[in-house]
């Protein structure tokens, strides 16, 4: 489906998004409440049929943080990308690791890295951090490490 | 039938493990396709090639002149902060005042060899030499100074 | 004349002209002690460069080149580094088990090399059941496996010994039925009967297909029983790090891996009695030029030289082929090498009872 | 920062985890050191008797934040941090960070340098693919394997040396182009080692894959469906053997790939067979880019002109590319400054090690080296 047709459709789904333009691939803005329904549209829906989420992670906004799903299809060879707002203080989001299971890895990374908590996720531990960390999420813009000089 | 499929089995099998045996004796018997380098023992005709980024060098020519202006841009350019420039101002006979650089400090510990430093260089005045033993006892060695003592900068390199 | 059967006869003469009997029967006990502790000692430096060399020039690599001339000391380096290695015993570990575990399995290889024809009357015991005997003792092998793996308390050496003894238990069914195949046409079991009976042609040739066919099988099964790749599952690298003997260091291991050596030396030294006429010469029924050319090679050269061809084989198969998985080594015991070889015996029974076998 | 954890087994499965430790299971540390992991994997595996009934991933044993290192390197430096993710594919690597800038910059790079890139990229990848076959095949237990790949992956970082001044991390691709024009040699060299590859490619059919210990080790082994495969984001030839169609070369061209005439190898059976026959077709693919192209080297610039200063307009630019192990994607996201406000790298190793606990379970411990195997898993590229 081209860049129009999809926005179309998009818009039709889900009324509250919005889109973002100036990117290669369709960009929507979603609600964090409205997240969980729609990607399950996404990847049913035949026409969309977004099978393949080749990228999830998280931005730091320092005012707020922006959860980023990359979605592919390999039917229809369709992208787009879906931007979730999140309260930075409070990052809370549902878990779409039983839709797309490569979620399931990329979002324990989000949460160590960025401290999203995602709901009702099967397995919410530490993936890459050691065991007992404790304090910021890495890679947050705030988080500064005395011992491992990342800045130059 | 049962039989037959068994024995085509075992027949089959038994091929295909004779092949790599082959393979295998072959390389037994053939000693001259050895491919093992002896370093150290082949020191004196190991040839690098010219490209090989091994450690970055100034050139300096025989009145020890050397190219660098002074400019930091192979500062700027390095991700690792391996090169740090410390200048100085000359008195021209002219009686102005003129930047050179006092010691190019590098930190071979802490270099890649990206060779992003000898592209930014305007004026050529560093080059990647092709050593590439560079095991020292004292982890103070490796951080060079590239300037040779006294050398002033190449007449004409602006 | 320097042949080994005349250097023991005459310390057998001089003993029992100075010493009155028992003492030449405790001295002569001790002399062969120190000689088979030897002879390990010097199989264990020539095996180990042996394999070297040869898993070298099958990878296209030099091997070790700078110790000694050609790197033929390399051994020896290794055997000293080895013996001023610190042995450690794991807290968690069973510590008698645990130590008397590597004693074990060298008391099983020189237990073994007992019935051994090294050369023409040179044997240290000539037993009536000699290969009976060896296929008896060397069942004991998964003993020292068993008990290294089960007291080292890790689970990876536990993995080891377990697969190790599911996998010795079987293979020596096939084993044993391919000596068996010999033993039908020989119709003895005392090592020397055996070597006699191969004076005008080794079984190999004399016994048609089944005895080829018992060799190979023979071949296939004494390399899993000593562990060796491709059936190397006990140990196992990739899998299980070093399977049955991961916690043990120093002389310990050193122990263990002279014994696995010494137990290819052997299986390949009975390999080459059954099937390959032990010290008997290479002979062409009618050629007696030929013949008597072969008799002019002494008959130690004969045995060694038979032994170390098998063994050669044997880490041929190791540097080429990859590891077979637990389940597909049993099945290749229980489905194709047990019942080929019981058609097989049955097919050398015949073959004896008829007398078609030259 | 980091305490040290109070309860030090806490490595015991947790209540969600969906396994949990029945009678006679047991749980081994598979890693960090461990011959079959190549690198600091660490497995904790559930295990009852041989058979595995979990395999849980801890990572970060070599996790050196490179997308946060990244944060404050411009975006000339930040490209040779990239080789030390998948250092196996480093050009690749390095190529996706490339295209990723001048998709920013909206630079138009030479042909020339579009020539040498793909050239580069696909030694890369035979090379790559050399490692993996000698490495797999020593997982299995066949030691000789290794050192035979490695006469032939040795005289690629010849050809590497040579022209980019590194055997291993080259950081020869530049925004805008090469970093250097192609070595004199460069094509006599490739010339050769094409006809030492094809002197020396059957011998791998006949050391290991027509091997009989080998097929069956490999043949119903760690089968992974195409739904599946889509689902926990497989990508390359972990994808390809399950049939499904994911070669970033092919479908979203980048580069000179669309004007190329090669195959997209697919295998249907989805096991580990499957996926050792995707790779060992796609050296022989990657051959046949090659000779199309060593002799149509264009002439012209190898790179194109740059400011010095490299500025990304406000945005996000991804690109995907096509790695040795599978799809590559560099997210840059923008705020116009010298240095990239975040990037992620999206590795293909972290997506293809998701799946092993799918594949695994049930079987045997031996199958798990095979697997890892088939996965090709690279542990710089999981942890970055």
Known sequence: MQHEELKIKLAELLTSATFEEGGEWTTINVEAADWLVFAGQL?????????????????????????????????????????????????????????????????????????????????????????????????????????????? | MFITRYIKEVWGAVKSLTTGMKRTLYYFTHHKEIITEQYPDNRDTLVLPDRFKGEVVMPHNESNEH???????????????????????????????????????????????????????????????????????????????????????????? | MWSFSYIANEIHEWLSKTFNPTWTLII???????????????????????ERKVSAWIQIRLGPNRVGPKGMMQSMADTVKLMVKEGLTPTGADKIMFNVAPVIAMIVAMLLLAPIAFAKNFQLWDLNIGVLYVSCVSSLMVISILMAGWSSNNKYSLLGAMRSGAQIVSYELSAGLSILTIIVFTGDLQMSKIIAS???????????????????????????????????????????????????????????????????????????????????????????????VMDYIPSSIWFFGKTFFLIFVIMWFRWTFPRLRIDQLLNLEWKYLLPISMINLLVATLMAMMGWHF | ?????????????????????????????????????????????????????????????????????????????????????????????????????????????????????????????????????????????AFTPFFHAFRERESINDIMEETCGARLTMNYMVPGGVMHDIHPNFQKRVKDFLQLYKRKIHEYDELVTGNIIFQNRMKGIG???????????????????????????????????????????????????????????????????????????????????????????????????????????????????????????????FSNLSVLDHMARGSKIGDLVAMMGTLDLVIPDIDR
């Open chain 2, 67 to 158: 190219r660098c202006t002074g400019c930091t841009a192979c500062e700027l350019a390095c991700p690792n902060g391996t090169i740090k420039v410390i200048t100085r101002f000359d008195i021209t006979p002219e009686g102005k005042k003129k930047k050179a650089i006092d010691k190019l400090v590098y930190h071979l510990e802490l270099c890649t060899m990206c060779g992003l430093c000898i592209e930014a260089c305007p004026s050529d005045a560093i080059k990647m030499a092709q050593t590439f033993e560079h095991s020292v006892f004292d982890r103070n060695k490796l951080t060079k100074v590239l300037n040779n003592p006294d050398s002033k900068i190449m007449e004409g390199v602006e």
């Open chain 3, 28 to 50: 002569e006990m001790v002399l062969a002690g120190v000689a088979v502790i030897g002879l390990f000692a010097v199989l264990g430096l020539i095996l180990v460069i042996m």
């Open chain 4, 223 to 349: 089968y992974l469906s195409a739904e599946d495969a889509v689902s926990y984001g497989c990508s390359g030839p972990a994808a390809r053997g399950s049939g499904v169609s994911s070669d970033i070369r092919k479908i979203y061209p980048y580069e000179i790939y669309d004007k190329l005439e090669f195959d997209e190898v697919l295998e249907t059976a989805g096991d580990s067979f499957a996926r050792y026959m995707v790779r060992i077709k796609e050296m022989h693919q990657s051959i046949r880019i090659i000779e199309q192209l060593i002799d149509n080297i264009p002439e012209g610039d190898f790179q194109a002109k740059t400011k010095n200063v490299l500025k990304l307009p406000k945005g996000d630019f991804y690109t995907r590319v096509e790695t040795a192990r599978g799809e590559l994607g560099v997210y840059i996201v923008s705020e116009g400054g010298t240095t990239p406000y975040r990037i992620k790298f999206r590795s293909p190793g």
């Open chain 3, 198 to 292: 191969q004076k005008t042609g080794w079984w190999i040739f004399k016994g048609h297909i089944p005895a080829l066919i018992a060799f190979i099988t023979f071949l296939i099964a004494v390399t899993a029983e000593t562990n060796r790749a491709p059936f190397d599952l006990a140990e196992a690298e990739s899998e299980l790090t070093a399977g049955f003997h991961t916690e043990y260091s120093g002389m310990k291991f050193a122990l263990f891996f002279l014994a696995e050596y010494v137990n290819v030396f052997i299986v390949c030294a009975i390999g080459a009695t059954l099937f390959l006429g032990g010290w008997m010469p290479f002979h062409i029924s009618t050629w007696t030029g030929f013949n008597h």
């Open chain 1, 43 to 152: 990847r049913n829906d035949d026409s969309l049929f977004f099978d393949y989420l080749f990228c999830l992670t998280c931005v730091d906004w320092k005012t707020h943080l922006i959860m980023v799903y990359h979605l592919s299809s390999t039917k229809h060879r369709h992208n787009m990308v879906v931007k979730v707002k999140l309260d930075r203080n409070k990052p809370e989001i549902e878990t779409v690791s039983h839709i797309w299971r490569t979620a399931e890895f990329h979002e324990r990374e989000v949460y160590e890295m960025f401290g999203v908590n995602f709901l009702n996720h099967p397995d919410l531990r530490l993936l890459i951090l050691p065991d007992g960390w404790e304090g910021k999420n890495p890679l947050r813009k705030d988080f500064e490490d005395p011992v491992n000089m990342i800045k130059l």
């Open chain 4, 1 to 141: 920062m980091y305490k040290e954890p109070e309860i030090l087994s806490n490595y015991a499965l947790g209540s969600n985890s969906g396994v949990s430790l029945g009678e006679g299971d047991f749980q081994i540390n598979f890693g960090p050191q461990h011959p079959a992991t190549h690198g600091v994997l660490h497995l904790v595996i559930t295990l009852n008797g041989e058979t595995i009934k979990k395999v849980e991933p801890h990572l970060g044993y070599i996790h050196r934040s490179i997308e946060k290192m990244c944060e404050s390197l411009t975006y000339r430096q930040f490209i040779y941090v990239t080789s030390r993710m998948d250092y196996l594919s480093a050009h690749i690597n390095n190529h996706a960070c490339a295209l990723a800038v001048e998709k920013g910059l909206q630079v138009e790079v030479p042909a020339r340098a579009q020539v040498i890139r793909v050239l580069m990229d696909e030694l890369t990848r035979i090379a790559s693919h050399e490692l993996w076959w000698g490495a797999m095949a020593m997982d299995l237990g």
